[in-house]
């Protein structure tokens, strides 16, 4: 993900080091982050930890097609990605095996859904501690536990909280975090849907399994969500939503301060009127090389969609003044504490365009360096709003014009039920015969008059062998996007 940085906005720099976090294109679109196998990174209402100098990022997955509120939608379980730079990232695989008639029950589309996976370790115990929310029993949380970061983990007793205790299951408590302080003790930052989204913050047992009684309430008065709790030079801080906002196009972002994670707490202070175009998530304290950093999330919801597959996050470090007051949050990172980082003007960044459908196709020029069978071409596909007829992948010789010169070399039909909601490689085999400096070119198209298709894309500068081009007639005309061109990569056995 190199780019000339001054062109960015959203680019994030760690002191003296290679760590950036890209949020945005120079155009303001959000890229999209992949991991090391070429796949989108498929994690959401999750958050960043750091564990035996490993970073990992836990979050709620969407790939299967989950939709909040569609009673048919399946519930995709809760991922991890590990990382040992906050930049390429593994993919880890599911946190457990949501696929059981238990977790469908409680997490699927006809509920109100399970979010926000939050991993905390426990020194005594030695167990990675999950919690998630969900609302298919009183306390709204699951506990888990695994002897590592990414899993298995195993469901331990449903947790007892003070507030909300003795009501039936339903829309008691919601978005929470938990916090660890120095000395090894837990705590619970959790949203009160009983008063309308005020924030409780509750010690946790010495296993971090469940709650103690001991907690102070309305930390905020009401209309506000998904809290954050961390410590900063004696300093305790919460941050959250402010107003409550899940599902839309921005919020803001608010804190408190105490001396106790029990309070008192103080007046609050807004730092961010839309949370960069999401809702406050998370602030991870995390270490890099001899740096202690204080990242804060915000997610990008995707303009209300109720499948997040397509959204980012938007992460950044926090700044503070010297009495530890956070300052503003800019969302285009054009503050004075800004980090210097490494020359990265050769990484690509990428970004999602879904709007394969009807009559709207894309062609993607390129010119292969040998003669031989074009055996692979690998592109990362993806669908949105369940498509009624398949993706089409054809492969053309071209003229100098890079535009199809003659009938197609070859055709396939993808089944709309390969794809996933999160991009992910497809891998075509074409078997072909192409010739050295001879130019060809894939087309995507579908007939789908419902849902559509998309892949990924990432802005060139002088390479006119690989151009992306526009249809918007069927394939009749097709325009140049400029400098625009889809992520593949082809195999030719010579």
């Known amino acids: ?49 750091y564990f035996n100098s490993v970073y990992y990022l836990y979050g709620t997955s969407y790939d299967c097609g989950f939709e909040w509120q569609n009673k048919k939608a399946a519930f995709c379980g809760f991922k991890a990605y590990s990382s040992k730079d906050l930049k390429h990232w593994k993919d880890e695989g599911f946190l457990f095996d949501a696929n059981t008639d238990k977790w469908q029950c409680r997490c699927n589309g006809a509920t ?47 947790p007892k909280l003070a507030i909300n205790a003795g009501l039936p299951p339903g829309l008691n408590n919601g978005d929470h975090d938990v916090f660890v302080d120095d000395n090894g003790t837990a705590y619970l930052a959790y949203t009160d849907w009983k ?30 969500e998904a809290p954050g709790l961390f410590k900063r030079k004696g300093i305790y801080y919460v941050l959250y939503s402010d107003p409550n906002c899940g599902y839309c196009g921005g919020t803001g972002t608010s804190y408190k301060t105490a001396s ?32 202690t950093l204080y990242v804060y ?9 109720k499948n997040e597959s397509l959204a980012n996050y938007f992460w950044t ?39 394969i459908a009807n009559n709207v196709q894309h062609m993607q020029s390129f010119t292969v360096k040998s003669s031989g069978k074009l055996e692979d071409i690998v592109i990362p596909l993806f669908k949105n709003n369940h498509p009624n007829e398949n993706l089409i992948f054809e492969v053309y010789k071209t003229g100098t014009n890079n535009f199809p010169s003659e009938e197609s070399l070859f055709r396939m039909s993808i089944d709309s039920n390969i794809l996933g909601w999160s991009a992910k490689n497809i891998v075509i085999h074409p078997n072909v015969q192409v010739n050295k400096n001879d130019h060809y070119a894939f087309v995507l198209r579908s007939d789908a008059t419902l849902g559509s298709y998309g892949f990924v894309y990432h802005i060139i500068k002088h390479n006119f062998s690989e151009k992306e081009s526009i249809s918007k007639d069927g394939g009749k005309t097709y325009s140049q996007e400029p400098q625009q061109s889809l992520k593949f990569s082809l195999h030719v056995n010579e």
């Open 260 to 291: 106790s994670p029990l309070g008192p707490w103080s007046e609050a202070k807004k730092i961010n009127d839309n949370s960069c175009g999401g809702q406050p998530s998370f602030v991870s304290v995390l270490k890099y090389n001899a740096d």
């Open 1 to 49: 993900m190199k780019i000339y940085l001054t062109l960015l906005l959203g680019c994030i720099f760690a002191n003296m080091s290679s760590a950036q976090f890209v949020n945005f294109t120079k155009e303001g679109k959000q890229i999209v982050r992949l991991d090391n196998a070429g796949n989108a990174v498929d994690s959401h209402d999750g958050k960043l930890a």
């Open 317 to 355: 470090p926090l700044s503070f003044d010297e009495e530890g007051n956070i300052l503003a949050i800019d969302c285009s990172n054009k503050s004075a504490d800004r980090f210097v980082t490494e020359d990265t003007s050769n990484e690509k960044i990428y970004s999602l365009k879904c709007d």
């Open 195 to 224: 008063t309308r989204g005020s924030i409780v913050i509750e010690k946790l047992s010495d296993d971090y399994l469940t709650g103690t009684g001991e907690y102070v309430k309305s930390v905020t008065s009401g209309a506000t």
């Open 297 to 305: 999330g915000s997610d990008l919801w995707n303009n209300g969609a």
């Open 112 to 158: 109100y859904g399970c979010f926000r996976p939050h991993v905390v370790y426990n020194k005594k115990t030695k167990k990675y501690v999950l919690w998630i929310n969900s609302y298919d029993n009183t306390s709204g949380y699951h506990v888990l536990v695994s002897d590592k970061p990414i899993g298995p983990f195993k469901e331990m007793a449903e």
